[in-house]
């Protein structure tokens, strides 16, 4: 998964749906107004107008959030290499905030817990939500983890 | 090939995950003196005021050890290394063959002289032996101390408050955590602390007490000053558990054990990781880090280990802290500070800089991020075109110049 900048036109389309992606309902109205998650997307997009950029887990090969983590919750599946956070099992210690040489993971609250937000590559999904709901393709997933 | 494992911490499994990327088959053997699985020691706190439960202490799934042959000795203590049979001797008399061999015997509890005092009027709060004792004493109301005022001390305060006890702290230094944090930093957290009803007594320290009928201890500090106290926990710091090596041939020790840049001690096939190599900052991403390295090299890699600066992310009672590299020098010192402050949110964010270097970076409540500076610290990136913009609220991959991030997001 990469972003091409030149064509993000700084809609945060991408981050609503990756909240919505990662709520109980999967419905954007609800997953905000309902769930109270707003301000829980995995992704930010960076923004220095005229200029912005999408920023996800590069869900690396040796990752150092994984390395950090003192609980075991962030793990890389051997088989998919999606880095992903067993939110239940996230004590919010935000080892892995300060481990990401992306700034890729985000310390965050869920379920009235703090849980470290990364990018899980929508792994429920068949597609990233937030590469489905690009307007104007400016994320691309080519499938694998990077 | 046999591997022996002494040690079932973060740099163990993580050598147990090295070894099986080049080898499926070896068997690995841990020896474990604690008789649980491995757990990540600083959950300990959280498991103390009951954020994260039993079930969720394992880091890795039960059936991880199963899956890759590993076979865990839990209770179980290696007495001695009989270096030249290449044999572990265990408390029960058994002995352990080995072909590799790796040290990750961690740390132990520095516990200061203390007249008067046995070992069962204080706890240590390194394990989770230590961490159940205290939960069978820390009742709400009872009155603790709890001397050395760094990051595991502090931890075993939010514990103890969160539990509802009446919380001391008695630190030497003229600061708490003085390692990481500076003067102004310092006294942030330590007004922090005492608003949370937490005494926090400085350049003071513990000599020795007594136990006084009816079970509570009375302190006797260096001031003169005397404590009573329903508990008292010891938390000034830890030191490399080297006791194994002590007699073995051609193993320099220091504070730790030496280790050459591929985690060798100096005896064939002999390695060591984590918290008992001299050097290595005793903290958890870097046991992980080595003890990767060591299970790779273990298995026939030869990789070379180079390190990271020592980084901690540390939270108490809501508020939060992420240091990096050097924090704690004060203006004056010959670097170059720059600082953010919001007083009314206690936010405050530090970046300490060398020749146009990022070196160090302290950040108080507000984190996000953190880790792209670590990334300009260890890459030694020219923070000069984009100084001004370092400590903006919103400072990211556009406020750099594009050669240096934009490839590594494409890749």
């Avoid at chain 1, 990756?18 to 923004?47: I, P």
């Avoid at chain 1, 703090?114 to 489905?132: F, G, T, Y």
Wanted: glycine share 10%.
């Amino acid at each position: 998964m990469y972003a091409r900048r030149e064509y993000c036109i700084n809609c945060h389309l991408c981050e609503v749906y990756c909240v919505a992606a990662h709520s109980k309902s999967r419905d954007v109205w609800k997953a905000f107004k309902r769930e109270g998650l707003r301000g829980t997307h995995r992704l930010r997009v960076e923004e220095r107008r005229p200029e912005s950029l999408p920023v996800h887990c590069r869900h690396c090969d040796e990752p150092q959030c994984v390395q950090g983590c003192i609980s075991g919750a962030m793990v890389k599946d051997p088989e998919t290499g999606i880095v992903y956070c067993h939110e239940d099992k996230c004590v919010g210690c935000w080892t892995c905030v300060a481990s990401c040489p992306y700034g890729a993971v985000r310390p965050g609250y869920r379920n009235g817990r703090p849980v470290a937000l990364k990018c899980d590559l929508c792994r429920d999904l068949l597609e990233p939500a937030c590469v489905a709901h690009c307007p104007n393709r400016a994320l691309v997933y080519e499938g694998g983890t990077t | 090939m046999r591997y022996v494992i002494i040690g079932n911490s973060v740099a163990a499994i993580n050598a147990c995950q090295g070894i099986r990327e080049l080898d499926k088959e070896g068997p690995i053997t841990i020896v474990s003196a604690e008789k649980y699985y491995a757990y990540g020691r600083p959950l300990i706190s959280y498991w103390l005021e009951g954020k994260t439960g039993e079930d969720k202490m394992p880091y890795l799934p039960p059936d991880f050890y199963t899956r890759h042959n590993i076979n865990v000795l839990l209770g179980r203590k290696a007495l001695r290394i009989h270096w030249e049979r290449q044999e572990v001797e265990l408390d029960d008399g058994s002995r352990l063959p080995y072909d590799r061999l790796l040290i990750a015997t961690g740390g132990k509890a520095i516990v200061p002289p203390l007249e008067g005092l046995q070992e069962e009027d204080y706890v240590t709060f390194l394990n989770y032996d230590d961490a159940r004792r205290l939960a069978e004493l820390a009742h709400p109301g009872k009155e603790a101390v709890i001397l050395g005022a760094g990051p595991s001390g502090l931890k075993a305060m939010e514990s103890l408050v969160s539990r509802g006890l009446k919380v001391t702290m008695v630190e030497l230094a003229p600061r708490i955590w003085s390692p990481v944090l500076d003067t102004e930093a310092a006294t942030l957290v330590t007004s922090f602390l005492r608003e949370k009803g937490v005494r926090v007594i400085l350049e003071d320290t513990i000599l020795g007490g007594s136990r006084k009928e009816g079970g509570k201890l009375k302190l006797n500090l260096k001031s003169g000053k005397e404590l009573e106290a329903g508990l008292l926990v010891v938390a000034i710091g830890v030191r490399p558990n080297v006791e194994l090596l002590e007699q073995a041939p051609g193993v320099t020790l220091k504070r730790g054990v030496v280790v050459d840049e591929y985690l060798n001690v100096g005896l064939p096939g002999v390695f060591a990781a984590g918290d008992v190599v001299d050097g290595n900052p005793p903290l958890l991403p870097h046991a992980a880090a080595q003890g990767r390295l060591a299970g790779r090299n273990m298995a026939g890699a030869r990789e070379k280990y180079k390190g990271s600066l020592p980084y901690n992310a540390l939270g108490f009672l809501g508020l939060h802290i992420i240091s990096m590299g050097i924090t704690n020098c004060e203006p004056g010192q010959g670097y170059e500070i720059l600082v953010q402050k919001e007083e009314n949110e206690r936010v405050y964010r530090k970046l300490v800089l060398q020749n146009n270097r990022l070196i160090g970076a302290l950040f108080i409540n507000r984190l996000e991020r953190a880790g792209l500076y670590r990334w300009l610290i260890e890459e030694k990136i020219d923070v000069l075109p984009f100084k001004d913009k370092l400590l903006q609220d919103d400072f990211g991959f556009l406020d750099l110049p594009p050669a240096l991030w934009e490839a590594r997001l494409k890749e």
